[in-house]
Nanobody, 118 residues
């Protein structure tokens, strides 16, 4: 069984930075693809960034160049460094995990709120 716990959200002004953290509680962290999703009020959930067990990364176009996803295998942690935040980044951010052999994210954290004011 896998549990995910996010932290690090908050309220900031445009242009500021935040770092979100996700603790992976369970076994075999190294076999899971990790991702950050976000959902803004009235909008569908969207994929923000993905990192493979080997630390290959992919980003959604709106965050490319501003956000960086990383993972620490020694600590079973995943991070999302968010720079130059914009009001449109306001959302609840969720950490998610899927085993490399599957194509669905089976495990989700409770989410952390990020609010960016102009």
């Amino acid at each position: 069984q896998v549990e995910l716990a996010e932290s690090g959200g908050g309220s900031v002004q445009a242009g500021a930075s935040l770092r979100l953290s996700c603790a992976f509680l369970g076994r075999t962290f190294s076999t899971y693809i990790m991702a950050w999703f976000r959902q803004a009020p009235g909008k569908q959930r969207e994929l923000v960034a993905v990192i493979s067990p080997g630390s290959s990364t992919n980003y959604a176009d709106p965050v490319q160049g501003r956000f960086t996803i990383s993972r620490d295998h020694a600590k079973n942690m995943v991070y999302l460094q968010m720079n130059n935040l914009k009001p449109e980044d306001t959302a609840v951010y969720h950490c998610a995990a899927r085993h490399y052999s599957t194509d669905q994210y089976n495990y989700w954290g409770q989410g952390t709120q990020v609010t960016v004011s102009s």
